[in-house]
C-alpha cells in the first residue's frame, strides 16, 4: 500500500464477518489501557487490558494483532515515566528519550520487521493550502485566546503547571509545551490513528485514537473540565489529518494552539503579566 493511501484508508474489505465484534473488543481494550495507565494511573489493570487486548487480536485476526502491537508498545514506552508536567532539567530529558522512544520504536518495528508502510509522517505533500485551512489557522488561535483562559484559572487548572517566572523556566516551558504537541501528532495521529483506520471505519478509528489522546493529555495536566476540550481538539486533529493527509499542517494546528496555551499559563501564575487575557 502507498503512503498517500495509507493516510486514510477504509476498513480492509472481507473482515466484517463474525469476528468483527471481537475485533473491535481488542481495539476498544487498547484504548481502555491508556485510561488505566495514564488518566487513572492503574498500571497493573493496564497492563493486564494491554495483554488480554492482544490475546484476543491473535486469536481472530494476526493483522489486527500486528497493528495493535505496534501501538502498544509505544504504551508500554510512555508508561515507564510520569508524565505529569514538570520542567526541570532532568525531567524534560527523561520525558524526550521515553516520547521519543514511543514514537521511533513502532515505527522501525513497523518497516524493519513488518515490512509495512503504515506508519508515516507526512511532510511535504506537494499541496498548498487552501484559504479555509489558512483561516482554521487563524481561528484555532483565535479559540485558544478566547476558551484557554477561562478552563484554566476558573477551574484551577494551571496549577498542574509548575509556576514560572524566571526567564530559563519560561525558555524551558515553551520548548516543552512545544515538543510535546509535536510528538502529540507523530504519535495519537500518524501512529495510532493510522493503525486504527487500517481496519476500521473513520469515525471509529478517530473515537478509539481520541479515547488515547485525552488520557495522555489528562495525565499531562488537562483535567477537570479539560476533557470538554481535549476531546473535540483530539478528534479534529484525526479529522484533519484525514483530510489534509499533511504531518505539516496539524503540527500548525496544533503549536498555535500550544502558543495560546504557553502565554495563557504564563499569565495565570503572574496575574500582572500579560494582560491582554480577561481572567
Avoid at 128 to 142: A, H, P, S
Avoid at 203 to 232: C, D, H
Wanted: charged letters at 10%.
Amino acid at each position: 500500500m502507498g503512503d498517500e493511501a495509507a493516510v486514510d484508508a477504509p476498513a480492509t474489505p472481507g473482515r466484517a464477518s463474525a469476528s468483527a465484534p471481537l475485533r473491535l473488543l481488542s481495539a476498544a481494550m487498547i484504548s481502555a489501557s491508556a485510561v488505566l495507565l495514564f488518566a487513572l494511573r492503574m498500571p497493573l489493570p493496564g497492563y493486564a487490558t494491554l495483554a488480554a487486548a492482544l490475546l484476543v487480536a491473535v486469536l481472530v485476526d494476526r493483522a489486527l494483532f500486528r497493528d495493535l502491537l505496534l501501538i502498544a508498545v509505544g504504551l508500554l514506552i510512555i508508561s515507564t515515566i510520569s508524565v505529569e508536567a514538570n520542567i526541570s532539567y532532568p525531567n524534560m530529558a527523561l520525558m524526550g528519550v521515553v516520547l521519543s522512544a514511543a514514537v521511533v520504536v513502532p515505527y522501525l518495528i513497523s518497516r524493519r520487521v513488518f515490512g509495512d508502510r503504515q506508519v508515516w509522517f507526512p511532510i511535504k505533500t506537494g499541496q498548498r493550502w487552501t484559504t479555509l485551512e489558512r483561516w482554521y489557522l487563524v481561528g484555532v488561535l483565535l479559540l485558544g485566546y478566547l476558551i484557554l483562559p477561562s478552563y484554566f484559572i476558573r477551574s484551577g487548572a494551571y496549577l498542574n503547571w509548575p509556576s514560572i517566572s524566571a526567564p530559563d523556566e519560561l525558555g524551558r516551558l515553551f520548548v516543552g509545551v512545544g515538543f510535546v504537541g509535536i510528538w502529540d501528532e507523530l504519535f495519537f495521529i500518524c501512529t495510532v490513528f493510522a493503525l486504527f483506520r487500517r481496519h476500521f471505519s473513520f469515525w471509529t478509528a478517530n473515537l478509539l485514537q481520541m479515547v488515547i489522546f485525552v488520557s495522555f493529555l489528562w495525565e499531562l495536566g488537562y483535567r477537570s473540565w479539560g476533557p470538554l476540550l481535549t476531546i473535540p481538539f483530539a478528534l479534529l486533529q484525526g479529522y484533519t489529518f484525514s483530510i489534509t493527509k499533511s504531518l505539516t499542517y496539524v503540527v500548525c494546528v496544533h503549536l498555535l494552539f500550544d502558543l495560546a496555551v504557553f502565554l495563557v499559563l504564563v499569565h495565570a501564575h503572574n496575574r500582572d503579566w500579560l494582560a491582554i487575557f480577561p481572567y
